[in-house]
């Protein structure tokens, strides 16, 4: 009995074409967010999902009714796979941010493991929560294809988990794109094998749907 989980990243928000630290608020989708949304709908019409979690925030909530078009699968929402809460650092622009939080901003490029904002979630409590959810939702649905709609940080985050490694390895797991999929596969003890990752080819395959934040990738930031 295989358990399927699919991962998709939200489409473009209003905080990736801004260029700023969105994390936990709660802004809404772009334009082009909405065109990549068109077309992961139609990547995602033959997948069967039984099941779809989503983060409460509406970028991926609505990344999750696009996907879901097609179907009637039922729509639950969860903190587990929400963005990391950025604390003080949230609303603020990237390049802004090493001049701001001089002390705390570092991490996120350095010692990504170990970043913690003052008033924000640190890094293993996000690795702990996603990978807590994403257990739980396999558990509970054996034998079904899962999807789970969800942000750039906690899918890195959550790729590491079911990649077996610990927080500490987390550089060696890629960013994901905006709508990307990213699949794994669960065996009867729930053990995961990873199929692909971060495969955007129903939007790349368009230059002017191509995922913005494509710009941080020189500068070893993203969103």
């Known amino acids: 009995m295989v358990t399927t989980l699919y991962l998709i990243r939200h489409c473009e928000a209003e905080g990736n ?7 936990k608020t709660d802004g809404d989708i772009t334009h082009k967010g909405a065109q990549q949304l068109d077309r992961l709908a139609e990547r995602c019409r033959d997948i069967p999902f039984d099941v779809i979690y989503s983060s409460p925030l509406k970028r991926a909530l609505k990344t999750a009714e696009a996907a879901n078009r097609f179907h009637s699968a039922e729509i639950i929402t969860d903190t587990a796979f929400a963005e990391i809460d950025g604390g003080e650092m949230e609303g603020h622009r990237w390049s802004e941010l090493p001049a701001l939080f001089p002390h705390t901003y570092p991490a996120w490029e350095n010692d990504f493991p170990n970043f913690k904002t003052e008033t924000g979630e640190s890094m293993q409590q996000v690795y702990t929560r ?37 927080l500490s390895q987390i550089d060696a797991c890629p960013w994901v794109d905006n709508t990307s999929i990213t699949c794994y596969i669960f065996d009867e003890s729930l053990r995961p094998t990873e199929l692909f990752i971060n495969d955007c080819s129903h939007i790349t395959c368009d230059p002017t749907l191509a995922p913005h934040q494509m710009w941080w990738r020189d500068q070893k930031i993203t969103k």
């Open 17 to 23: 074409i801004q260029e700023i630290f969105q994390g």
């Open 130 to 166: 996603v990978s807590q959810g994403a257990m739980r939702a396999a558990a509970e649905n054996r034998g079904k294809t899962i999807l789970i709609t969800s942000h750039g940080c906690a899918i890195r985050n959550l790729c590491c988990f079911l990649r077996g490694l610990p």
